[in-house]
């Protein structure tokens, strides 16, 4: 049994146990005398990793669509419309269940072993993962369950709080994190953290723990664009924690897979095989947005089904389509216009080699080998150019902008080269001079900062790229190529509303916490529709 599906295994077990026992049994049992099972730091670390891409890959499944990632063949599919699940459902949920179940308990006994016994490696990453963990529960559900969350195993309803203040103890116990990756433990926990059963991360490296932390703060206090106190404050919080941050694409926060088997590649790969195949007509079909974008739309109009693309990322990122022949041969770039549905249209899974039909080994951040992103180099670099330009320091701007345009290239090389040819430095600067980039601080915009950093999040950082459009309130002057949707193409439910939220997962909130919901409109039918503070201008 490899890795990975040990710790999967040790994970469903413990969710068994809570759920026939209920937690405070469940740790009573921990701490029998007679059948010693107290849960150690180093125990919990790598499925704690796992299932940071585990538990959002599921949710981004719908997620996908909605940002215009992907679309769906069919013309009335939910999530196209900007709908959410049906109450009964737990589909979109996943994140509620990651942050208070699968993280939950196992990174509060995590920090608390670091802690007690002087493990301070292992403290400070609890604490950088229960902070990411809240800060994307937060962005996802708006409101949610903070000082309640794990205080009392006997609780059946708890409490929710405002966004604001799950934000302020995100940079709480962001800065608990620093504290503990700044102190030596007594012992020698190295061979631990980077061993196979460790940290698969970073393998134990502190430093990059704490570009971690920093490179999460940067990104929440990007989101407070509509806040008063953007361009005097929080601006410069964005510059100094990217600053901190990571400083190439070597430093991303990445899940790493062998690929050796099923249980131990990519979640979004073939070879998983959990969420999406080839054949599944519902996710996966490249939308008309980031084609669009690919294929001059970042500044100009858009080549309709192109063969080719100044933009060197084209090839690299998207597949195009087949045209049957002996030999077949490649024909153009197709793709859906979201809510419109169609056929003919590539997978984002393949093939990225050769005129194939099966088996696909998957393209771009698809395939079995692919390093499951969690935050960049280059979409850090295009939160620091957009808060510089919305202070008004256009050539700081300008600057981070080219960086971080050359740093997705490096990405694309770095992550997507199942069987792709790498981009070589003459494609980057053709493309670099040309129309599609600004070429001086005076012509540059915030749609040209947003539009390549929908490009560079594109295929992984789906909620933060929900942010973006909801703090811009999906406005078509930023995001040029996001296919704005009329009333009718909106879900029946949303009023003629985009969503700005997703509902809770049902079997915990709709099922026992009806009552604290319902005070924050919760069973109302267009919930998904109430705007989170985040983007609002509410201080």
Same mark, same amino acid.
């Given at each position: 049994?490899?890795?990975?599906?040990?710790?999967?295994?040790?994970?469903?077990?413990?969710?068994?146990?809570?759920?026939?026992?209920?937690? @405070?049994?469940?740790?009573?049992?921990?701490?029998?005398?007679?059948?010693?099972?107290?849960?150690?730091?180093?125990?919990?670390?790598?499925?704690?990793?796992?299932?940071?891409?585990?538990?959002?890959?599921?949710?981004?499944?719908?997620?996908?669509?909605?940002?215009?990632?992907?679309?769906?063949?069919?013309?009335?599919?939910?999530?196209?419309?900007?709908?959410?699940?049906?109450?009964?459902?737990?589909?979109?949920?996943?994140?509620?269940?990651?942050?208070?179940?699968?993280?939950?308990?196992?990174?509060?006994?995590?920090?608390?072993?670091?802690?007690?016994?002087?493990?301070?490696?292992?403290?400070?990453?609890?604490?950088?993962? @229960?902070?990411?963990?809240?800060?994307?529960?937060?962005?996802?559900?708006?409101?949610?369950?903070?000082?309640?969350?794990?205080?009392?195993?006997?609780?059946?309803?708890?409490?929710?709080?405002?966004?604001?203040?799950?934000?302020?103890?995100?940079?709480?116990?962001?800065?608990?994190?620093?504290?503990?990756?700044?102190?030596?433990?007594?012992?020698?926990?190295?061979?631990?953290?980077?061993?196979?059963?460790?940290?698969?991360?970073?393998?134990?490296?502190?430093?990059?723990?704490?570009?971690?932390?920093?490179?999460?703060?940067?990104?929440?206090?990007?989101?407070?664009?509509?806040?008063?106190?953007?361009?005097?404050?929080?601006?410069?919080?964005?510059?100094?924690?990217?600053?901190?941050?990571?400083?190439?694409?070597?430093?991303?926060?990445?899940?790493?897979?062998?690929?050796?088997?099923?249980?131990?590649?990519?979640?979004?790969?073939?070879?998983?095989?959990?969420?999406?195949?080839?054949?599944?007509?519902?996710?996966?079909?490249?939308?008309?947005?980031?084609?669009?974008?690919?294929?001059?739309?970042?500044?100009?109009?858009?080549?309709?089904?192109?063969?080719?693309?100044?933009?060197?990322?084209?090839?690299?990122?998207?597949?195009?389509?087949?045209?049957?022949?002996?030999?077949?041969?490649?024909?153009?770039?197709?793709?859906?216009?979201?809510?419109?549905?169609?056929?003919?249209?590539?997978?984002?899974?393949?093939?990225?080699?050769?005129?194939?039909?099966?088996?696909?080994?998957?393209?771009?951040?698809?395939?079995?080998?692919?390093?499951?992103?969690?935050?960049?180099?280059?979409?850090?670099?295009?939160?620091?150019?957009?808060?510089?330009?919305?202070?008004?320091?256009?050539?700081?701007?300008?600057?981070?902008?080219?960086?971080?345009?050359?740093?997705?290239?490096?990405?694309?090389?770095?992550?997507?080269?199942?069987?792709?040819?790498?981009?070589?430095?003459?494609?980057?600067?053709?493309?670099?001079?040309?129309?599609?980039?600004?070429?001086?601080?005076?012509?540059?915009?915030?749609?040209?900062?947003?539009?390549?950093?929908?490009?560079?999040?594109?295929?992984?950082?789906?909620?933060?790229?929900?942010?973006?459009?909801? @703090?811009?309130?999906?406005?078509?002057?930023?995001?040029?190529?996001?296919?704005?949707?009329?009333?009718?193409?909106?879900?029946?439910?949303?009023?003629?509303?985009?969503?700005?939220?997703?509902?809770?997962?049902?079997?915990?909130?709709?099922?026992?916490?009806?009552?604290?919901?319902? @005070?924050?409109?919760?069973?109302?039918?267009?919930?998904?529709?109430?705007?989170?503070?985040?983007?609002?201008?509410?201080?």
């Amino acid at each position: 049994m490899n890795t990975i599906k040990k710790y999967m295994l040790m994970l469903f077990l413990f969710i068994g146990l809570l759920a026939m026992s209920g937690c @405070k049994k469940f740790l009573d049992i921990n701490r029998n005398p007679s059948n010693p099972q107290i849960p150690k730091a180093e125990f919990m670390i790598s499925r704690a990793i796992f299932q940071m891409a585990n538990g959002t890959s599921e949710d981004y499944m719908q997620l996908f669509k909605l940002v215009q990632y992907w679309s769906s063949t069919t013309l009335d599919d939910r999530y196209d419309r900007h709908g959410m699940s049906a109450t009964g459902s737990d589909v979109t949920g996943v994140i509620w269940r990651l942050n208070y179940v699968d993280l939950g308990l196992n990174i509060e006994e995590m920090i608390k072993d670091g802690i007690e016994n002087k493990k301070y490696e292992y403290a400070g990453i609890g604490y950088a993962i @229960k902070a990411w963990s809240f800060q994307m529960t937060t962005d996802m559900y708006g409101e949610i369950i903070l000082d309640e969350a794990f205080t009392d195993p006997n609780k059946l309803t708890f409490r929710y709080q405002y966004q604001r203040d799950v934000y302020e103890r995100v940079r709480e116990w962001s800065q608990l994190s620093i504290k503990y990756l700044n102190m030596k433990s007594p012992s020698d926990y190295s061979g631990a953290l980077a061993g196979p059963s460790g940290d698969y991360m970073y393998r134990g490296d502190v430093n990059k723990w704490k570009k971690f932390v920093y490179a999460n703060l940067a990104l929440q206090y990007g989101h407070l664009v509509n806040k008063s106190s953007f361009a005097t404050t929080y601006a410069d919080s964005v510059v100094k924690y990217v600053d901190l941050s990571f400083t190439s694409v070597a430093e991303d926060a990445t899940v790493k897979f062998t690929a050796s088997n099923e249980d131990d590649s990519n979640v979004f790969g073939p070879l998983f095989g959990r969420f999406f195949t080839v054949l599944n007509t519902a996710n996966g079909r490249i939308s008309s947005t980031i084609l669009n974008l690919l294929a001059g739309g970042v500044r100009g109009v858009p080549v309709v089904d192109p063969l080719v693309s100044v933009d060197p990322r084209l090839s690299r990122m998207l597949s195009p389509t087949i045209i049957a022949g002996s030999p077949p041969t490649w024909g153009p770039y197709k793709a859906i216009t979201p809510t419109k549905g169609g056929t003919g249209v590539p997978h984002v899974l393949g093939p990225p080699t050769g005129i194939v039909t099966a088996p696909y080994i998957g393209k771009y951040l698809f395939s079995n080998a692919s390093e499951y992103v969690i935050m960049s180099y280059a979409q850090l670099q295009f939160a620091k150019a957009e808060a510089l330009f919305l202070k008004g320091d256009k050539a700081g701007a300008f600057t981070a902008y080219k960086n971080a345009i050359r740093a997705h290239m490096a990405f694309v090389n770095r992550y997507g080269m199942a069987g792709n040819v790498t981009i070589l430095p003459a494609e980057i600067e053709l493309y670099m001079a040309s129309t599609e980039v600004a070429q001086t601080e005076a012509e540059l915009t915030i749609s040209d900062i947003m539009n390549q950093k929908y490009i560079a999040q594109w295929g992984w950082a789906g909620l933060e790229q929900w942010c973006d459009l909801r @703090k811009y309130h999906y406005d078509p002057t930023v995001f040029t190529q996001y296919y704005q949707l009329s009333g009718s193409e909106l879900n029946a439910n949303n009023k003629g509303k985009y969503a700005y939220r997703y509902r809770p997962r049902y079997n915990s909130e709709y099922a026992w916490n009806r009552t604290e919901l319902d @005070k924050w409109g919760g069973l109302a039918s267009d919930y998904n529709t109430k705007e989170t503070w985040f983007s609002t201008t509410e201080n």
